[in-house]
Each structure stands twice: as C-alpha cells, then as structure tokens.
C-alpha cells in the first residue's frame, strides 16, 4: 500500500518518524500578546517558555486550515490524518472539511480522518498503530475499524509543575491555582474517553504526584505486553525518566520512548509538564 499519514502539531514524533517521508506534520498556530509562532517544529522551547511566563495573558492557539490539509491530498496514496482532539481544537473539523471537498471532485481516493480524543504522544500512538497495520498488509477499511479499536483503549495521563497556564485561560479560577500553589499540590489528569480532560487525582508535590500516577496506570492499564508506554516532557528529562522507571518496575509494557513536548503540548504542559500516553 502507498500510504501518507498526516498528523498535526499536537503530535509528538520520534526522531525514526520525523525522518520517515511518508508522515507529515501540519503545524497549528500559536500566540502570546502579538507574537504568532507556527508550530513547525523550529520553536525554540525554552525562549517560548520565557514568552509566556512573562505574559499576563493565557496563550492561544489556532488550527490548521482546510487548505492545509487539503494541497497533501493531492497524490496517489491512500491518507490517514490524525489530530488532536476535536474537544479540544477545531483541527479535526478543517481535516473533515478539507477531506470532503477533495471526495468531491476524487471519489476513488481513500481518506480517513481520525479524531484521537487525547493529544500529545495519545496521538503518537496512533499514528505508529496506522504504521503497524498497514506493516501487516492490512486493507484500508480494516485498519479503520482497528484503529477505532485501539483508540478506544488508549490513555492518557499528565501531571504539570505550573498551573500558570490553566489559570491565563480561564481553564482554572485564580483561588484554586493559589491554593495548589501555595500548598505544592500537584493535580494527576486524564484524557476522558469522549476527548475532555478530568482531574483523577492529587498529591503534595511533583514526586509524590508522579508515584500516585504510575500507581493508577498499574491499575487501569490493559494488556500492556500488548502496548507501548509513551512520554512526552517539557522541558524535564530527568524528570520523565523517573516516571519511566516508576512505571516499568510496575508494569511489563513491550516497549517504551520519551520525547520532547511540540509547542501545542509545551503550551499546555508548560515547564516541568509530563504526559503519559498507553
């Protein structure tokens, strides 16, 4: 099968996957005050980092147009696109759009639009999921319909340093982004099966959060020798592989990467943020 996955910036790519030219990245914008930084992959982390903690205003950010989606239509291979969640951004609708009009004028082109419901290095996992399958000579319909599957399986999880972030936005009211503050409570989170984010948990302090999160994964993990952990960390190597190792003396997944946050997640995430995706 000639095949193109598209994902857009919210996903995080390993190095083998950034190099592969059958996957293509299509970037969002991002913006504190008047500055606008296209997530392409060229951002300077730590200057954007240094950008918004000095900002008084939340970050922005805004999705790809159909028309970027639309101009890598345009070839022979059959195109899986996968994008953040549509709770979350409006990418997954430019995708739709973008994947309707092409239809229109190209009925016998196979397109699919997958809407992860997570984010992050959730989407990574199901980009590598398409790549397995069609790996395994699996035909379009049917990676479709297993790909549906995994994703209803998929979790993700993330603890942050900086509720900054949470409270610009308007996503936290500034008593409650105090008080975590003021006492070092750091909130565990989740990825909720319909796309949304919820609170599952507390704990005092980044250590102590990140334990209590590797002990809920233990929990609610399936099949993990069937599964990759993956974890994205802004800015806090160290720090994501602590929760690597806490992970895998709990749970026997068959395999494992860490990668650095893009600027969607690093803008959610902030410094210190660490995802978990499984």
Known sequence: MKYKILVDSGTELPVELKEDSRFKVIPLSLMVDDKMFVDNGQIDQKEFLRIMNESQNGPKSSC??????????????????????????????????????????????????????????GQTLIALKIKELISEGH???????????????????????????????????????????????????????????????????????????????????????????????????ERAQFIRDEILKRVPFKGHFIVETSGVSTMYANDGGIIVAY
Do not use: W
Request: proline share 3%; hydrophobic share 40%; glycine share 4%.
């Open 64 to 121: 790809p147009s159909p028309d970027d989606y639309l101009r890598e239509f345009d070839d022979e291979s059959d195109t899986f696109v996968v994008t953040i969640s549509s709770e979350l951004s409006g990418s997954y609708n430019s995708a739709e759009l973008a994947k309707s009009l092409y239809l229109d004028e190209n009925e016998s082109k196979k397109i699919e639009v997958v809407d992860s419901k997570t984010a992050s290095v």
């Open 139 to 237: 035909l379009f319909d049917d990676i479709v319909q297993k790909v549906k599957a995994f994703r209803s399986e998929l979790k993700t999880k993330f603890v942050l340093e900086n509720l900054d972030n949470l409270q610009k936005s308007g996503r936290l009211s500034n008593l409650k982004a105090f008080i975590a503050n003021a006492l070092n409570i750091k909130p565990i989170m989740a990825g909720t099966p319909d796309g949304l984010i919820a609170k599952l948990d507390q704990a005092r302090g980044i250590k102590k959060a990140l334990i209590t999160m590797a002990d809920i994964i233990e929990r609610d993990v399936i099949r993990p020798q069937e599964k990759i952990l993956a974890i994205a960390h802004c800015n806090c190597l």
